[in-house]
């Protein structure tokens, strides 16, 4: 099913973004639908966390339209957009170190709103691995491990749409996996739709149905993932060389 038979979960039209003077995206258009899970993909450079930082309202100065189920949220406060059901992970995931996992996820219950925040038992039964991590501190967790807990964080408020930014980076292949199988259970155990942000090809393949590829704070690109994924001059022009 493609976005346009759904109905909006995310659609932006039109955003430019600045970083003080220095533009950074240029008239990106999204539109995912509810419950999609959707690809996000281009080089080191290429503005995918630009384009999370603008739907945020965080960091940059941007201008376009950005609905979220509907509502405008463009100009809101990175604040408002949460509490209107928008959760971002950043690429540098921003676990407490100091506190342990638990106290992780407690914190994010005042992001909450009005909503009932997922209980950490909840949390538990979806994502099994976090079970023995639960009671570790911060810098006592792997890459891999603080991915998960920081995914975990995020859909504390219920979140209807998820913003993962580069969740692979930095994960050995076999930590990949364990990320990418909680990732693909997320939408229906949690009923949220997934914008992915990454440059692992075969990560994204495995997950989305629909990729917009990014060069230069540009939409050059936008089909389905499995036309991209075998395309090898598309992939060649606009992601690098895989080291995996
Ligand atoms: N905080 C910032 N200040 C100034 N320029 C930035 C900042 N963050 C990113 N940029 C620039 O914006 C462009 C897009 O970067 P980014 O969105 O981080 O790309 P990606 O996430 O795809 O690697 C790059 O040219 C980058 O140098
Ligand atoms: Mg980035």
Avoid at 120 to 126: A, C, M, T
Avoid at 196 to 207: G, I, K, M
Wanted: with cysteine.
């Amino acid at each position: 099913m493609s976005g346009s038979e759904r109905s909006s979960m995310l659609s932006v039209r039109g955003l430019d973004g600045w970083y003080g003077s220095a533009q950074a995206l240029f008239g990106v258009d999204l539109e995912v639908g509810v419950g999609e899970v959707v690809g996000l993909l281009g080089r080191n450079g290429a503005g995918k966390s630009s384009t999370f930082n603008a739907i945020m309202n965080l960091e940059l100065r941007s201008s376009g339209e950005i609905f979220v189920a509907g509502r405008s949220v463009a100009k809101r406060t990175a604040d408002q957009i949460a509490r209107a059901g928008v959760a971002w992970v950043p690429e540098d995931r921003r676990i407490f170190s100091n506190l342990t996992v638990r106290e992780n996820l407690d914190l994010a219950r005042f992001a909450c709103g009005d909503r009932e925040p997922v209980g950490v038992d909840e949390l538990l039964d979806s994502l099994p691995l976090l079970d023995k991590l639960i009671n570790r501190k911060g810098n006592q967790l792997s890459g891999g491990e603080q991915q998960l807990v920081a995914i975990a964080r995020a859909l504390v408020p219920r979140p209807a749409l998820l913003l993962l930014d580069e969740p692979t980076e930095g994960l050995a292949p076999l930590i990949v996996e364990g990320i990418a199988d909680a990732i693909a259970r997320l939408p229906e155990l949690f009923d949220v739709t997934i914008v992915l942000a990454e440059q692992n090809l075969p990560f994204v393949t495995s997950l989305t149905s629909r990729v917009y590829v990014l060069e230069t704070g540009r939409v050059v690109h936008a089909g389905p993932t499995a036309d991209f994924a075998a395309d090898a001059e598309l992939q060649d022009r606009y992601l690098s060389v895989s080291v995996a």
